[in-house]
């Protein structure tokens, strides 16, 4: 199974790499067009997300409107030794530097550290997903780890090349809540 995932991340690379930029800027603005009208974002006071490395739908627009509308946002911080992340309310993008793995994240700040309770919506990074929502992350686990410890609605924002039918995934594996295509919110 993990020799399956390795060629699945592998060719969500390769696609980010060849898809035409024009045509990935298409289909984010569709993506984000469905999650700023939908009922998910509009009932959320609190949004959990990452800043978005080179393989995923840039975050930054997406933190930006969240603070047009006056929404908090948090961002995680990796603790590598811990292999757990901690989230810190951020409202300027100063409040980040790049750090584990050449992530932005935000200062340990305990003024501004935000419980997972706190959250109304965590938007989850990762490089493919599939119709029952399940998702392949970027292998550290992560993720995996803090979505057994929250209760708030997750969702991914996703190209249609991240999308399979079916992908591996294992019994610990928990299935986000939404997914955000350019079709809509599934």
């Known amino acids: 199974m993990v020799h399956k995932k390795k060629e699945i991340r592998r060719h969500i690379r390769n696609q980010f790499q060849h898809t035409a930029p024009a045509e990935r800027n298409e289909e984010t603005g569709y993506i984000y067009q469905h999650l700023f009208h939908s009922s998910l974002w509009k009932k959320s006071a609190t949004i959990a997300l990452t800043m978005s490395t080179r393989n995923e739908i840039d975050t930054v627009p997406v933190i930006e409107q969240a603070w047009q509308e006056g929404r908090q946002t948090a961002v995680p911080r990796a603790d590598p030794a811990e292999e757990s992340m901690t989230f810190y309310r ?97």
């Open 90 to 186: 951020i409202s300027s993008f100063q409040e980040t530097r790049q750090e584990f793995a050449g992530i932005w994240e935000p200062e340990p700040d305990p003024e501004a550290f935000v419980p997972p309770s706190a959250f109304d919506l965590i938007i989850v990074p990762g490089m493919a997903f599939d119709r029952e929502k399940y998702r392949i992350g970027f292998g550290g686990g992560y993720y995996d780890r803090f979505l057994q410890t929250v209760e708030a609605p997750t969702c991914a924002l996703l190209y249609s090349f991240q999308l399979f039918e079916r992908i591996p995934h294992e019994p610990h594996d928990i299935p986000l809540d939404f997914l955000c295509t350019r079709e809509g919110i599934l």
